[in-house]
């Protein structure tokens, strides 16, 4: 059997202290002459201040409600489209539908004329009478 020859080596335990933090010195280069938006948006924000020392955190509940309101708008906006689409599907739809009730009642106005009925039901052998009709006139007694 083998002995262990690991040695247990002593445990440096670290301190809790401050680190030195280097000083970097930024050197921006040298931007043209002319004037642009984003020069004249740099010089108005001056945003690189803002997240000098990192990300700060005290502004990231606005940031997430912006971001939010953002999204909510976007859905709104496709939901408000999508429901377009639908309302000039269902009303090109409906003038489909409405033209073919107009036509089937037209047809249905014409085959229910008398003289039409006459036609359609003389292959079966019944004729139309030329006697006008007549009321049977019952007395209270007789019921």
């Given at each position: 059997?083998?002995?262990n020859?690991?040695?247990?080596?002593p445990?440096k335990?670290?301190?809790?202290?401050?680190?030195?933090?280097?000083q970097?010195?930024?050197e921006?280069?040298?931007r043209?002459?002319?004037?642009?938006?984003?020069?004249?948006?740099?010089r108005?924000?001056r945003?690189?201040?803002?997240?000098?020392?990192g990300?700060?955190?005290k502004?990231?509940p606005?940031?997430l409600?912006l971001m939010?309101?953002?999204?909510?708008y976007i859905g709104n906006?496709?939901?408000?489209e999508?429901t377009?689409?639908?309302?000039?599907?269902?009303k090109?739809e409906?003038?489909d539908?409405?033209?073919d009730?107009?036509?089937l009642?037209?047809d249905?106005?014409?085959?229910?004329?008398q003289?039409?009925v006459?036609r359609n039901?003389?292959?079966s052998?019944?004729?139309?009478?030329s006697?006008?009709?007549?009321?049977?006139?019952?007395?209270?007694?007789?019921?």
């Amino acid at each position: 059997m083998a002995f262990n020859t690991v040695k247990e080596r002593p445990v440096k335990r670290k301190a809790n202290t401050l680190r030195e933090v280097p000083q970097v010195v930024e050197e921006r280069p040298e931007r043209p002459k002319g004037i642009s938006i984003f020069h004249i948006l740099d010089r108005l924000t001056r945003m690189d201040s803002l997240f000098h020392d990192g990300l700060p955190v005290k502004y990231l509940p606005y940031i997430l409600y912006l971001m939010v309101v953002a999204l909510f708008y976007i859905g709104n906006t496709h939901y408000a489209e999508k429901t377009i689409r639908k309302i000039d599907r269902i009303k090109s739809e409906t003038d489909d539908l409405r033209a073919d009730y107009t036509t089937l009642k037209s047809d249905y106005m014409e085959a229910s004329k008398q003289s039409e009925v006459a036609r359609n039901v003389a292959s079966s052998g019944l004729i139309e009478s030329s006697s006008p009709p007549y009321q049977i006139v019952v007395n209270g007694e007789e019921y």
